[in-house]
């Protein structure tokens, strides 16, 4: 300070240019901004209400911040640069504090301690636990926020020597760099915790497995699971694990407890909300917390919410993340009357249950109007069930799911009614009534318009939800957003693809599917069997269109880098790398292995071929046509030959006129894997050698150990070695001619992953039979 006196005397002595002031200013300014967004205390210091800390790098902002309403506040970290609408973005210290009175709220430094202080006196919480001597009182210190959103006291004679830090004390969440597990310098085992609406949760290492831990809830549903090694680091042989910084530094990442579930969630500047990149458990059966709730199960893992119930946070259904679980569509009766129950809520079955859901209480009664009148009369009661005794569940029910076989189980469900509503409503004049009874006859009768005139086809009429995950497309919708079916796509043996433009705007591929003489009812029925089908890996049908007795239309998403056989085969087109190669062959084996094993009802496609696999913008592989061979029946057959003229990625099966299997698509897979390895057509014969079939060449060399010599030369040698052993290894275990030698498309995802060896094939002896001399056509 002494020597900012001496320049502003030094400056009052002679006049100075107009820029220099300005300048002065500018500094005066910035160092006034500086001195509010510190991110040091100092012994004696503090900040108090609503004064805050701000990391360098301006990410992260540490003070008494608000989880919702304003009733108390907490101690925690939380991100600046993302919108409130983002949902969670604070980070809690691990002993959470109330605080009600945030006017008289301190946070200070003395000595090497932090405060949490109430009107300077009361002590609310201390950085070091009471008994534990800690650093010394009188050692002179400092806390600083970092730019990793850690709150660290050091030494300031030596910033290196951290004295206490709140990475050490997690809540629920864990930041980059935070640490999980037993740390000798905190002397403390480290774990995420959960505490809310009466449930708790835990995330603690085991350290007898490499990266495990254990997911536990409400102290008895411990489930063992195992972070992947591009997300911790190993630290003290296994006993602690690290989490990984991102490895864009543009990438906001954290990994969070729920109830019964553990994500990675990175912030996504598209979608402007957190996504997941890793979650555990991965679905619903797995999972029993993993829809939130009062979501359910689906039998095809997805989630749902029971009736009368709708998603808490719609956006992040979308997005495939339902831990926030559902909410109410009409609220009880005792909620809207000041805790006052007027038994007019309704109770309705929720049968076919696998098992009664989570954490039920007994309850003593009679009868099961006893136990439904016990629920009744409690407002936070939610369900009750009846057999043998009755069980009554409070303020949420958690794993729910159905059963696709008996035994079973059953529970009644309380829903709020619109009776209750009204009732706890104001009375309002009788003019607004009819006034609003006048509304209401209007919107009707504009909607029956609408209708009408729809069906007429006189109006653009946006698509409506079927049963199901599927939109139904009125025909002069698909034809409209096709340009009259005038930008072809391609063709096949099930039909003609368009590419269009749905209201949003959404790119569709619209496949109009011919030679169908099913009726409207069993085509509606088998196309949403074929809609619950979803994998990252399989292209998604959007919805469809029925009109008359012909024509039957599927909307799928549009694929923007087209079909696999464009890049492989075409000289225009990119050359994609073995990288790429690699990643589509192995999203390929997912998307079979999801359909074979994954769906309820397994699912064969018989026309795997490289035009049938699609690559989105990130050149992602999905699998396309899924599902025709239940959909087009008897005429299947007939299609499928006509598709190219060539049968060269269909097992011997079809030609010997055996069962179709799964193992079927396994030999097409290998056929495209080794396209894939070569960048050519399986059914080109070779200008040389003794084996000229293609196929029968890769598997001499693979048994000779010389697959490098099958790759595409385009590549110019640019291929992990072992990579392309291991996938000339599987394509040839894929391609034997008996069903049973095949490995199933799960065996084969594995493979490909590193996780089982893949051992050198036999040459399959249909192949041996086609040397160069002897008719190789039919192949």
Not at 491 to 504: A, I, L
Not at 527 to 537: A, E, S
Request: proline share 5%.
């Amino acid at each position: 300070m002494e020597a900012v006196k001496r320049v502003c005397r030094s400056l009052s002595r002679r006049p100075m240019p107009t820029s220099f002031f300005l300048l002065l200013l500018g500094g005066t300014i910035f160092l006034a901004v500086s001195a509010v967004a510190r991110d040091t205390i100092l012994p004696g210091e503090g900040i108090y209400r609503n004064q805050t800390l701000v990391s360098r790098n301006g990410v992260f902002e540490l003070g008494f911040f608000s989880p919702g309403a304003d009733i108390y506040h907490f101690l925690g970290v939380r991100l600046r640069n993302t919108p409130a609408s983002a949902g969670t973005t604070t980070f809690w210290f691990g002993d959470r504090v109330y605080i009600t009175d945030l006017p008289r709220a301190a946070l200070e430094l003395f000595g090497a301690r932090l405060y949490i202080m109430e009107g300077g006196s009361s002590l609310w919480w201390s950085s070091v636990p009471a008994g534990d001597d800690g650093p010394s009182p009188a050692a002179a210190a400092a806390a600083v926020l970092l730019d990793s959103g850690n709150l660290v006291v050091t030494d300031q004679a030596d910033s290196s020597r951290v004295l206490w830090q709140s990475f050490d004390c997690p809540g629920d969440t864990l930041l980059p760099g935070g640490r999980l597990g037993l740390d000798r310098d905190a002397g403390r085992n480290i774990s995420l915790t959960y505490t809310k609406s009466g449930h708790n949760g835990s995330l603690s290492v085991d350290p007898s497995r490499r990266n495990g831990f254990v997911l536990t809830t409400d102290g008895q549903d411990a489930i063992p699971g195992t972070f992947p090694d591009w997300m911790v680091s190993s630290r003290e042989n296994g006993s602690s694990l690290v989490l990984n910084y991102p490895q864009s530094p543009d990438f906001t990442e954290h990994l969070q407890l729920h109830l019964g579930q553990v994500s990675l969630r990175s912030w996504s500047n598209s979608s402007g909300s957190w996504v997941s990149r890793w979650t555990f458990p991965s679905d619903c059966k797995s999972g029993a917390f993993f829809c939130g709730r009062f979501g359910a199960c689906k039998s095809d893992g997805k989630c749902d919410c029971v009736d009368g119930f709708e998603p808490s946070n719609p956006s992040e259904w979308q997005l495939g993340y339902f831990v926030s679980g559902c909410s109410r569509s009409l609220p009880l009766s005792c909620e809207t009357n000041n805790g006052q129950t007027l038994h007019d809520d309704s109770f309705v079955p929720l049968d076919s249950l696998q098992r009664l859901p989570y954490n039920s209480q007994n309850h003593s009664a009679r009868s099961e109007q006893d136990c439904r009148e016990a629920c009744a009369s409690l407002c936070y009661c939610v369900a009750y069930a009846y057999d043998s005794g009755c069980k009554l569940w409070y303020h949420g029910l958690y794993a729910v799911s159905f059963a696709t076989r008996p035994p079973y189980s059953k529970v009644y469900l309380r829903l709020g009614s619109k009776l209750s509503v009204r009732k706890g409503l104001q009375t309002i004049g009788v003019v607004s009534m009819v006034v609003g009874l006048a509304a209401t006859i209007c919107v009707i009768v504009l909607i029956l318009a609408l209708l009408w005139r729809c069906r007429r086809g006189l109006l653009t009429c946006r698509k409506f939800q079927a049963e199901g995950p599927l939109a139904v497309y009125p025909y002069a919708e698909v034809k409209r957003s096709t340009k009259n079916f005038s930008d072809k796509l391609g063709e096949g043996g099930f039909g003609c693809v368009f590419r269009g433009t749905m209201p949003g705007p959404t790119a569709v591929a619209v496949k109009r599917l011919k030679g169908l003489g099913h009726v409207d009812k069993q085509f509606r029925a088998e196309v949403r069997t074929l809609g619950v089908i979803q994998h990252t890996n399989l292209v998604r049908l959007l919805g469809f269109c029925v009109r008359g007795r012909s024509t039957r239309l599927l909307v799928y998403e549009y694929m923007p880098n087209g079909s696999l056989d464009s890049h492989l085969f075409s000289q225009d087109s990119c050359l994609l790398t073995w990288d790429l190669r690699y990643r589509i062959a192995l999203g390929i084996a997912k998307g079979l292995a999801y359909l074979h094993e994954g769906c309820e009802d397994c699912v064969i496609h018989c026309d795997i071929k490289p035009e049938n696999i699609l690559l989105d913008a990130e050149f992602r592989a999905k699998i396309a046509d899924f599902g025709m061979a239940k959909l087009l029946g008897r005429e299947f057959s007939s299609a499928l030959t006509t598709i190219r003229g060539t049968m060269g990625y269909l097992a011997p099966e079809w030609v010997s006129g055996q069962r179709i299997t799964t193992k079927a698509d396994v030999y097409s897979f290998g056929i495209v894997l080794l396209e894939i390895v070569s960048g050519r057509r399986s059914t080109a014969r070779l200008e040389s050698g003794s084996h000229r079939y293609f196929p029968l060449h890769a598997a001499a060399q693979v048994r000779e150990g010389n697959a490098l010599c099958l790759l595409d030369r385009r590549l110019g040698g640019d291929a992990s070695v072992e990579e392309l052993e291991v996938a000339c290894r599987v394509a040839c275990w894929c391609v034997q001619d008996e069903e049973g030698d095949r490995p199933s498309m799960g065996q084969v995802v594995r493979m490909l992953e590193g996780a089982v060896n893949a051992e050198i094939p036999p040459v399959p002896s249909s192949f041996m039979d086609l040397v160069e001399g002897e008719n190789s056509s039919a192949y």
